[in-house]
């Protein structure tokens, strides 16, 4: 992926369909850059925030990951800002990894709800391991099941930064409630005006 260094204002840059950032890491000075929109959401879709790739800046070539991007808050599909932070080897990555489900289907039935209560869980794991994602795995469980961090088979390299304890899924029961019949009021035999009349007398 080809990348460019940052020489003109942030207004001019992304009004050319380029998001501004910055290039950065223990081995290289901070450099400014900027990289094509449509180039941008390829690679977040590519590798999102827990893979390591590499980018071309004039002659030179960084393997780096992405750190951080901001988003427009009222259009979250566009991009304001880029961080990219370059690794070596040994180097490791700090991120949020999100969590995928299996064995949903085994579950899944009416009246059952698989709440997804945490969807990342924070790790840290060597630059040269290829980590999109971690699974949690509901087969052989059942209502009434909670999964915790702790339950998950994690990889051996991966180093966790997350609480133990935290609930990434409940299987639980929807439960119906009958609403209670109320007795309709009684309704007088004694029609209003005759009970007017009666008063009087």
Avoid at 47 to 61: D, H, Q
Avoid at 68 to 88: A, P, T
Wanted: aromatic share 4%; proline share 4%; net charge negative.
């Amino acid at each position: 992926m080809k990348i460019e260094k940052r020489t003109e204002p942030l207004r001019i840059v992304r009004g050319n369909q380029k998001v501004p950032g910055v290039l950065f890491g223990k081995t290289i000075t901070p450099v400014s850059i900027q990289i094509d929109e449509k180039d941008l959401h390829e690679l977040v879709k590519a590798y999102g925030y827990t893979t390591t790739f590499k980018v071309k800046l004039g002659k030179e070539t960084h393997l780096v990951y992405i750190k951080e991007i901001q988003y427009d808050v009222l259009n979250h599909s566009r991009f304001l800002n880029v961080k990219l932070l370059k690794v070596s080897a040994g180097d490791t990555i700090k991120t949020s990894v999100p969590i995928h489900i299996l064995g949903r289907e085994e579950i899944e039935r009416p009246g059952v709800i698989i709440q997804e209560v945490s969807a990342a869980i924070d790790v840290e794991y060597p630059v040269d391991k290829a980590l999109t994602h971690i699974e949690v795995n509901l087969s052989g469980k059942k209502v009434g099941d909670t999964i915790h961090v702790k339950d998950l088979k994690l990889p051996e390299f991966l180093i966790l930064h997350d609480d133990p304890n935290k609930i990434l899924v409940i299987i639980s029961e929807m439960t119906y409630v009958e609403e209670e019949e109320t007795e309709e009021e009684e309704i007088s035999e004694t029609p209003e005006k005759e009970k007017v009349k009666e008063k009087e007398e």
